[in-house]
């Protein structure tokens, strides 16, 4: 897997958009970048993935850097249940393990 | 409705008594996983599974047996748990062309005296 690196911690005004980015600078050509979050101690939830395009869906937009070294999740207007702790992953290919990270904590305040 | 159910939801337990944490999806998923997570150690896999008869180590496999019988269901079992297995574990499940998209179970919390 490649190695992710995200901020421990960000705070957002509600309503605004929040923007969590992620370091992913030993990703591979072929290694997509996930995004899940987890709202206090339920189970994990796929958020979005890409590989080098743009993605968006009815959570959030994924926007990687053309060198795939970094990316960054877009909620486009953040409410208080946006509060989570947001992990960025980047699996091998061709392996089924699964590494997470620290992830990063997102604090929206009313 | 698609969902991952564990069972039970809250465990106390005492070290060296065998128990069992069941996982069930009903999406006809081929992999599926178990993760523990511990304050200041996040999110860690224990085993994972391709496919029925089909599992192999996560990065914390010790003192935790797996098995895949049916593709539904996957077991983690803790044949002498001990206090430092006390923890919050999740099972997910995911398509074998989408691994990496898991949907997760509501969390088993363990404690171990």
């Known amino acids: 897997d490649a190695k992710t690196t995200q901020p421990p911690s960000m705070d957002c005004a509600e309503g605004r958009a929040a923007n969590l980015p992620c370091n992913h600078s030993?990703?591979?050509?072929?290694?997509?970048v996930y995004w899940y979050r987890q709202i206090h101690s339920q189970g994990p939830q796929y958020i979005i993935h890409?590989?080098?395009n743009n993605e968006t869906n009815e959570m959030a937009s994924l926007i990687i850097t053309e060198d795939r070294k970094s990316s960054t999740l877009i909620l486009p207007h953040a409410t208080l249940r946006d509060t989570a702790v947001y992990y960025c992953?980047?699996?091998?290919?061709?392996?089924?393990?699964?590494?997470f990270g620290a992830g990063t904590r997102l604090f929206v305040k009313a | 409705e698609a969902q991952v159910t564990q069972n039970p939801r809250y465990l106390i337990t005492v070290t060296g008594k065998k128990l069992t944490v069941t996982c069930s999806q009903n999406?006809?998923?081929?992999?599926m996983s178990w993760y523990r997570q511990d304050p200041g150690l996040g999110l860690r896999q224990i085993y994972y599974?391709?496919?029925?008869?089909?599992?192999d180590k996560g990065d914390v496999p010790e003192g935790y047996k797996v098995s895949r019988k049916e593709k539904r269901n996957f077991p983690l079992i803790l044949e002498s748990p001990s206090p430092n297995q006390t923890s919050l574990y999740f099972c997910?499940?995911?398509?074998?062309?989408?691994?990496?998209?898991?949907?997760f179970g509501p969390g088993t919390r363990l404690t171990v005296t």
């Open positions: 599974s391709m496919n029925v008869e089909v599992t």
């Open positions: 890409g590989l080098k």
């Open positions: 992953i980047a699996p091998s290919t061709g392996g089924f393990k699964t590494i």
């Open positions: 999406m006809n998923h081929e992999y």
């Open positions: 997910a499940s995911s398509s074998g062309t989408e691994v990496y998209e898991q949907y």
């Open positions: 030993t990703i591979s050509g072929n290694e997509y």
